[in-house]
């Protein structure tokens, strides 16, 4: 439910499966369900949705069993994750083709399941994170099931201790010719600079709109999306493509520029520069700071003088700790993720990749290097 522009996430992945062909929907949920329920409701684009709820989150097959009782007995059925961002082109060419797996090609596929594919192209199974992959071809966490495969859910427990979809994928390469569909274009968005990458990819689609009150002494190049009930003051410069929405205030004499979305009721005052950042709803960047390729969650407030940090003195990557281990973003420039209701005193300096976690504060003047969540240590850097 993190804001991709003017939605969730997993409304995009929704969305782009409507256009595909899907012709009903079932979301399976758990952890914040009534949040998920309440977005989007009995129907979304005239095609009905459902809820199954899984009450242990037991792993990708067991979700799937959850949501079984939904499904026509007798008919083929896909499986999306909901967290990530697929081209609607190939996402319509999955869904013609009945058994089949989404694919997509990386540089680097030793940190994913890979397929594994026959001399005719079929595939033949998925090999876990191999040290020795077989191909750059890896698993894009979609499907398209024979009905079936409703029968099949019932696996065993994993070496991770988790009830597997791609044991029910295995079933299939034996018993039908799966074929690979690759994705032109598909994301996986589960740490947070992939939150700006979809951001970025979303943005880079939009057409510009003013619905929103725009001074006439405001520079808007681009495209830029004003919501109605945003306003952007006197003397702000905002170079798309960018996302101010309703009820958020950008200004006086602001500079926004890059893949930014300003989100709903955030303000932006008076010189401030965002750039390349996802601020959510209700979070306010006053006055004299800066943010650079940063995740602001709702309600954060910055003190004046906050400066964010995203650049790294050798030019290397920035690194960011991800469940005690610190994990190169892949890129070269990425400031700060800040939890809902974060608060900067003045003049704070935030190091890149650093975290501040839900609630969390800094006192005036105070450089915060390393990560306050989890340790780590990481080169002090410098912002541009």
Known sequence: MLPVTDRPLVAHTVDAAIEAGATSLTLVVGYEA?????????ERGGVPVEFAVQEEQRGTADAVRAAAPTLDDDEPFVVLNGDALYDVPSLSTLYDSVPAVGSYTVDNPSSYGVLDTDTDGFVTGVIEKPENPPSNLINAGSYVFPAEAQQ?????????????LTDVLARACDEFDVQTVAFDRWLDVGRPWE????????LSELDGRIDGDVSDDAELTGPVVVEEGATVRSGVVIEGPALVRKGATVGPNAYVRGATVVGEGAKVGHAVEVKNSVLMEGATVGHLSYVGDSVLGRDVNFGAGTKVANLRHDGDAVRQMVKGELVSTGRRKYGVVLGDEAKTGINTSLNAGVRLPTGGMTKPSESVLYDRIEGGKEDETESE
């Open 34 to 42: 009534d949040d998920v329920r309440s977005f989007f409701g009995d």
């Open 152 to 164: 099949w859910l019932n696996v065993e427990e994993s070496d991770r201790g988790e009830l597997e």
């Open 195 to 202: 939150l700006l990458e979809a951001n970025e990819w979303k």
